[in-house]
């Protein structure tokens, strides 16, 4: 197993196109986690799956974002109509759920940049 | 709502010297996880050490040893015989067992100096 990948590694668009990220999770894992990073900020929540429902989505989590993950293995997370605030580093984790907690296992991100 | 507090935002250590980096939290939840991870510049973030709340033993892992005090709501991490390879971002971060994401705080720069 190679861990978590993020694809692309960077993405540089223009203010009002549409992106799309992919992030394969671990394959053991059933859950899936999106996180931001801003320059100088720890993550912070966006969205998580459970296989292939979304079960919690951060109020950070506009309507121009939707992430999906079919079949419950890779997943995809879109942003519409780009802004300049947007421009972040958008991180990928997978985990196990024990009952009780459960570690998450972070890829190497994708570093959107709006111009 | 819980809190992560990292309030060192940079910290430099001498190789093979010991660092403590500091991280306070609140919460009104009695079991929960708190971890550390390590994010190298460009490279992916790390899972350093886990702690459970309900533990009252410290976890340790290789030279990484943290110093939880549940009362204080404190969680440091201590990093023995540094080495080049620590420098790196370092962020805390609490798992409410009733929750399914991390809250994570905004980190401590750490530079091992050769």
């Known amino acids: 197993d190679t861990g978590v990948s993020q694809d692309p590694r960077h993405k540089i668009t223009k203010r009002g196109q549409n992106v799309t990220f992919r992030c394969d999770p671990i394959?053991?894992?059933?859950?899936l986690y999106w996180y931001r990073q801003t320059l100088g900020q720890g993550p912070e929540f966006l969205t998580y799956f459970q296989n292939e429902a979304q079960l919690e989505k951060s109020r950070l989590l506009s309507d121009r974002f939707s992430a999906e993950r079919p079949k419950g293995s890779f997943s995809t997370l879109e942003i519409q109509r780009t802004e300049q605030g947007d421009s972040a580093m958008y991180l990928c984790a997978s985990g196990p759920w024990t009952g009780t907690g459960g570690w998450q296992t972070f890829g190497s991100g994708t570093r959107l940049t709006v111009v | 709502a819980q809190t992560v507090t990292q309030s060192q935002p940079e910290m430099s250590v001498q190789e093979a010297e010991t660092v403590t980096l500091s991280c306070t939290y609140d919460t009104s939840e009695n079991n929960y996880y708190l971890f550390w991870y390590k994010q190298p510049p460009s490279r992916q973030m790390i899972l350093v050490i886990r702690q459970e709340a309900y533990k009252q033993q410290n976890a340790t892992e290789n030279r990484f040893s943290v110093n939880f005090q549940k009362a204080a709501k404190s969680f440091s991490l201590k990093i023995s015989d540094s080495q080049l390879g620590d420098t790196a971002m370092y962020f805390c971060?609490?798992?409410?067992?009733?929750?399914?994401?991390?809250?994570f705080g905004t980190g401590t720069r750490l530079t091992v100096i050769p």
């Open positions: 971060a609490f798992l409410s067992t009733g929750a399914n994401n991390l809250f």
């Open positions: 394959s053991e894992h059933n859950r």
